[in-house]
């Protein structure tokens, strides 16, 4: 058995060796994330974190989150140390409101990995029934090929695939709406959306990508999430191209919306 | 009669549990297992950034089959002991549970976010938010 090497000339070397003990690579798989591997990386974005401004800030796409979800997830920053240094940052009086979301959002990795652990099975099959209105044979197997090329008719969207795709990381706003779009919008599986983000996200977990999939499918929740324009546009913006004009899809009320994606009605 | 430690891509860390004392292991691995890579969805993006966090962690990186390297490893090594992460991970959790029939394994748990016994039929968030709360916002997690 021949022993991996752990030094290179550079990261295109790395990658090509990547490559060459990783076979089962399609070969148009071609894009690298800018984020880079490892403690020392994770441990420095870390130190940047501001988990009062994250608090303020966390769902708009340019608010200030902390990026270390790749590194909690594979476990290279623990959840203990992260929470411990953000109680550092917290107020000194003891007032635990403006850093709860911040701390909230770590217990929900928790959380969901205790599901996962009492419940295996609930990773890729519907833990619930569909309220949309439809059956699960109603939604489609497979990704379309204009989501996958992010040649959709929504521009918003478009933005959204392609930087999944190139960076490895989407905002977990743009997330619910690129999932709510895929499942309720083109009526596809939750399942295909679930690999599709796990393909190509860092931070991508079985637990928390597919159970949060079916929280927007309604198969682990209540109800669909699902959203329109006038939402995505007061986050998204100036990051995503959010003009009407380019997200006609998207664009109506919410009576409206549910009226047009779930024309049986929503069960609860 | 000797350990290793068989560490997996759920706990890429040197500061793991895995590794304290009394852990003082003969050999610590990684396996870059394709196939398993290919089951879990993993694209050249996640690769390249798992293949990068292994460059400073004190293991040893061996392409194959991670069960049956593994047991290779066992033997030459004349192993009977092996210490890996516990993880919710089934396919990993497969894996160990093969190992048993021959080595001892030892699933080491990560330090706990926060001290709170498993709840029964956990379902929705807040039902264990309500619980886990106040220790959450303990150094710690209230241990």
């Known amino acids: ?36 591997g490892g403690r020392e990386a994770g441990v420095g974005l870390l130190e940047k974190i501001d988990p009062i401004a994250y608090g303020r800030s966390r769902n708009y796409l340019g608010g200030a989150v902390s990026y270390l979800s790749p590194y909690i997830r594979h476990g290279i920053l623990s959840l203990n140390e992260v929470r411990n240094f953000a109680l550092e940052l917290g107020p000194k009086d003891g007032d635990i409101k403006p850093i709860e979301k911040f701390i909230q959002e770590l217990a929900w990795r928790d959380f969901w990995q205790r599901v996962y652990q009492q419940n295996p099975s609930w990773i890729w ?10 059956a699960p044979e109603d939604y489609s197997d497979t990704l379309p090929e204009d989501v996958s090329t992010a040649q959709t008719d929504c521009a918003a969207i478009n933005y959204f695939i392609t930087t999944l795709q190139t960076t490895g990381y989407l905002h977990n706003h743009a997330r619910m709406y690129l999932a709510a779009y895929i499942v309720h919008w083109r009526r596809v599986k939750w399942q295909a959306g679930a690999r599709f983000f796990l393909a190509h996200l860092l931070d991508g977990d079985p637990a928390s990508n597919n159970l949060s999939f079916q ?13 329109n324009l006038e939402n995505l546009q007061k986050f998204s913006h100036p990051q995503a191209p959010c003009e009407e004009a380019d997200n006609l899809a998207l664009a109506g009320s919410y009576d409206d919306l549910a009226a047009r994606l779930f024309p049986n009605g929503v069960s609860s | ?3 290793f430690i068989w560490l997996h891509e759920e706990a890429l860390r040197a500061t793991h549990p895995l590794f304290l004392p009394p852990a003082n292991p003969e050999q610590s691995v990684f396996i870059w297992d394709d196939a398993y890579m290919d089951a879990m969805e993993y694209g050249l993006k996640r690769r390249v950034f798992l293949y990068e966090t292994l460059l400073d962690l004190p293991v040893e990186i061996y392409a ?24 919710p991970n089934p396919r990993l959790g497969q894996i160990m549970d093969a190992l048993s029939s021959t080595l001892t394994v030892e699933r080491v748990a990560d330090e706990a976010f926060v001290n709170l016994p498993e709840q029964d ?23």
Do not use: C
């Open chain 1, 215 to 227: 929280w927007v499918a309604s198969t682990f929740s209540n109800k669909p999430y699902f959203f």
């Open chain 2, 1 to 3: 009669m000797s350990t």
């Open chain 1, 1 to 36: 058995m021949e022993n991996q090497p752990k030094t290179f000339a550079n990261r295109d070397a790395l990658i090509s060796h990547v490559r060459a003990i990783s076979p089962s690579l399609a070969p148009d798989d071609s894009h690298v994330s800018d984020t880079v």
């Open chain 1, 125 to 134: 099959n519907d833990v619930e029934d569909y309220k949309t209105g439809f």
């Open chain 2, 121 to 143: 039929n956990l379902r929705r968030f807040f039902k264990y938010w309500n619980k886990a709360k106040r220790l959450a916002f303990q150094p710690n997690g209230g241990r």
């Open chain 2, 64 to 87: 194959g089959d991670t069960l049956e390297t593994l047991k290779k490893l066992a033997e030459a090594t004349r192993a009977s002991h092996i210490r890996t992460a516990a993880t």
